[in-house]
């Protein structure tokens, strides 16, 4: 009587410790497009991501980090090209939007207004700051799949403010936060 038996606990994993801790880790949000072509004309596709990073300067490089079995990555691999669009202060409806499911991201996409990267042709949204990428290599790593991209087109607007995800929300930042 009064005892708890070890099945009765919650089993707490590595793997919800890890995604606890990385709560704590300041990521920028960026929405990441690419397409493929089809008889019916070029399909675009776009997925919001907070994992990118800057590899290398020479030459310059970044990365992102895709889950293994996403339909995006298959389309962002076939196409060979993408464009990452870093959001402002105000994007967190675009965020949301396309952290939905796929047919509800590509409808959206046909939606808003977007300007093909000049260097690939993916959509650019309007936001702090964009690159575009062409295929460099990729590695598997676990349940997803890092993928590295050479830049072959960029910019930004250093007077917008940025969207931060943090503490399992989105948080504006201002310029003169920094």
């Known amino acids: 009587m009064g005892e708890v038996s ?3 606990r919650p089993v707490i ?5 890890l995604r606890s801790v990385m ?3 300041a990521t920028g949000v960026c929405v990441v497009s690419t397409f493929t072509d089809a008889p019916s004309g070029r399909i675009h596709n776009a997925l919001t991501v907070n994992s990118l990073t800057s590899l ?5 490089l970044i990365s992102i980090s895709i889950r293994l079995e996403s339909t995006f990555l298959d389309e962002l691999m076939e196409s060979g090209v993408w464009a990452v669009s870093v959001l402002d202060g105000g994007g ?3 965020a949301r939007i396309f952290a ?10 046909r939606s808003l207004p977007t300007e093909p990267g000049a260097a690939t042709g993916a959509a650019v949204l309007d936001g702090a700051a964009w690159l575009e990428c062409r295929y460099h290599q990729h590695v598997v790593t676990g349940d997803h799949v890092l993928v590295i991209g050479e830049v072959v087109g960029l910019g930004a607007d250093s007077t917008r403010s940025l969207l931060v995800f943090l503490h399992g ?3 504006r930042f201002e310029r003169e936060q920094v």
């Open 6 to 8: 070890a099945t009765s």
């Open 13 to 17: 994993t590595i793997q919800d410790e």
């Open 23 to 25: 709560r704590n880790f």
């Open 56 to 60: 290398s300067l020479s030459p310059p």
């Open 92 to 94: 967190e409806d675009l």
């Open 100 to 109: 939905r499911p796929e047919e509800e991201r590509r409808r959206s996409l």
């Open 169 to 171: 929300g989105f948080h």
